[in-house]
């Protein structure tokens, strides 16, 4: 068989940012075209602990586990509550915004946009919060 006639797998390269940070704004989006999803801004923390930087992530929800910690995180959120977590973020792109009201009305701002993978960790009011448990697939239920 010819080298032209076998599939190649479909190659991508993976850009991840981890930290932690402020979890904010969740909200389900509904666009006009497509189905609805979860989504949230994290303010990430980075630099000297004692006084950090924030960088701001808006992030549509895309890990099956990320969304369900989210849900149960939402009321907490709602309820201006400080919720803490751990993250992955995947695909973050930066993108332009106007402000359209307050202080800075009509001064371009920056937020980076990506998808929330994972959630390694989570705080509500400095208490720890009790994540569900990792889903182990069956081929490694069944080998062991």
Do not use: W
């Amino acid at each position: 068989m010819s080298e032209l006639n076998v599939a190649q797998p479909a190659a991508y390269f993976n850009l991840h940012a981890e930290g932690c940070g402020y979890l904010n704004r969740v909200r389900t989006v509904k666009p006009e075209k497509g189905s609805p999803y979860l989504a949230c801004t994290i303010a990430a923390k980075h630099g000297d602990a004692t006084s950090p930087m924030t960088t701001k992530f808006d992030c549509r929800i895309s890990g099956t586990r990320a969304q369900a910690i989210v849900q149960q995180l939402e009321a907490a959120v709602k309820a201006e509550k400080r919720v803490f977590i751990g993250f992955r973020i995947g695909d973050f792109v930066p993108e332009l915004f106007v402000y359209q009201n307050g202080v800075r009305k009509g001064e371009t701002g920056v937020v980076n946009k990506g998808r929330l993978l994972q959630v390694t960790f989570a705080k509500v009011d400095g208490q720890t919060f009790e994540l569900p448990p990792e889903e182990v697939p069956a081929a490694e239920t069944a080998a062991t």
